[in-house]
């Protein structure tokens, strides 16, 4: 991998003569290739999008409306993610606290 930057940055600078360039050379020329990529890069977005959608229906035993379906979309760029999730067998418990304070 370096020896491939070192070979980008050694091409990007123009060497006057057929002499093999110096180390100095090619350090200069992957500096400036280096720092031109990240300002590059740091312009360069990606489309993210989120979707959660949720629908409820009435539960007659329950006396309520509660979840029937959730679906999710996740696009980041080209990627996109479908997720469905359906609920059902909704039952009623009881419980019980009671507050503690701290000693």
Not at 7 to 25: F, I, M
Request: net charge negative.
């Amino acid at each position: 991998m370096l020896t491939c930057l070192l070979a980008l940055a050694a091409g990007a600078r123009t060497v006057a003569s057929a002499q093999r360039p110096t180390l100095d050379d090619l350090l200069t020329g992957l500096d400036t290739y280096l720092h031109d990529y990240e300002e590059r890069m740091s312009t360069l977005v990606a489309e993210e999008r989120y979707e959660l959608i949720v629908t409820y229906q009435r539960e007659a035993a329950l006396d309520m409306f509660v979840p029937d379906e959730m679906e999710e979309v996740y696009a980041y760029g080209q990627l996109v993610t479908h997720a469905r999730a359906r609920y059902t067998n909704f039952r009623q418990f009881g419980t019980t606290a009671r507050l503690v304070s701290p000693e």
